[in-house]
């Protein structure tokens, strides 16, 4: 993805009114002219939630704001012929989408059945703490608002491996069915961490596994979809979405982007991850983002000469999706880990002004987030976003020699160079090359953070300062208004 830059077009508190594929596909010619190659975009199939579900509480994967279902016939983000619309217009720019993937979990059942299963620990799924008994458990699932259309597969309990709750005693705990196993290639956290919510799908269940390869099929023929988000994947056999994704790519011939969210701050975890895919999927760098968490909370003693180390950007570069916040980090969610709004700047240079990772932005960070009172930093962004596009190519020269003050340089000949250079703590100066070819040029902070111009000697060096908690990006002067 050589300078592309990928945006996740929503955060977790968005009105349903008005209806985000609408605004999306308004949008459109924006994002474009700001330098977004590819959006994300939030699952659009109906929800356990109707109108209100951001889509995690998934349904019906064949509604994609169709059918009467859960007391609506949209979904939170709008119709179906609204999402079909806003994905021609994001293509007929040149943007490429990414669909939301859900398949861990269903919620929503339209009936319950009895079984038999078994109660397991919490800090530990593989232990059995009850006798066998009978419960009554959600699994049946219809579809009646449907009626067949596009698939008439039914789910009951043998599509499942456990549940959640109860409905006969009313009692919440983790279920394993009768006769089931865990499915196995998953995080070994709890033990097992294959159940996260709802009706947890069996992927050993081959009836299972066909029809979300069928769904799959339909879902990019109705779609046109350029590639997918695959949530929640550490709650998955990765067997399955190693294949899956695989299959897909041989059918339709398609490059078809896949990123997984494996949500683990340990790197080992996700490289591992995959290669047990084998390289199929690439991964968001959740490390990564936890080191921003903490340097943003750090009040200046947080060594950023290291913010790379133990990094799936660092490790892997070329399978690493970098990010700052997203709608599980914001302000009042369960992976609440926002990045302070001061060291936003600073995060996404790291992101965008670098040569590896495709770096990812996220809608609450651009546009602000209403239910939280953050207000978006758009014009900082568009900033980043239109030095990434202009400036950002070339041999990357790192000064990451200091625990506070760091820097870089991207420099080509016939390209012009660019020297971002930041502070968690007090500000200072670093010297750094941008190449001979600028002896006696000026350059200037495009971020405006930082007044003081800078003369580049003869050996192409330039001493460049940066001021307290900050970021300053320079340019050559006077290159930036033929761009723009």
Known sequence: MENG?????????????PHLWTLLKNDALHLKEIGITAVWMPPAFKGIGGVNDVGYGVYDIYDLGEFDQKGTVRTKYGTKDEYLEAIHHLHELGIQVYGDIVLNHKMGADATEMIKAYEVSQNNKNQIISDEETIEVPTVFTFPGRQGMYSDFTWNWKCFNGVDYDVLSKRHATFLFKDKKW??????????????????????????????????????????????????????DSYFYKDWIRELRIHYQKELFAVGEYWHGDVSRLLNYLNEVEGQISLFDVPLHYHFYEASHGNGQYDMSKIFEGTLVQLAGNKAVTFVDNHDTQPCQGLQSWVADWFKPLAYALILLRKDGYPCLFYGDYYGIEYSHIQGQKVMLDRLLFLRKNYAVGQQYDYFDDASLIGWTRSEENQNALACLMT????????????????????????????????????????????????????????ADEKA
């Open 5 to 17: 830059v990928l945006m996740q077009y929503f955060e977790w508190y968005l009105s349903p009114k």
């Open 183 to 236: 499915d196995s290639h998953v995080d070994n956290e709890n033990g097992n961490f294959d159940y996260l919510m709802g009706a947890d799908l069996d992927f050993s269940n081959s009836h299972v596994v066909a029809e979300l390869e069928n769904w799959a099929q339909w879902y990019l023929e109705m779609t046109h979809l350029d590639g997918f988000r695959l949530d929640a994947v550490k709650h998955i």
């Open 424 to 479: 968690d703590s007090v500000g200072g100066h670093k010297r750094m090359f941008v190449g001979k070819q600028y002896q006696g040029q000026i350059f200037y902070d495009y971020l405006e953070n930082c007044q003081q111009e800078i003369m580049i000697d003869e050996n192409g060096y330039g001493e460049f300062v940066v001021n307290d908690g900050s970021v300053s990006v320079y340019i050559l002067k006077g290159s």
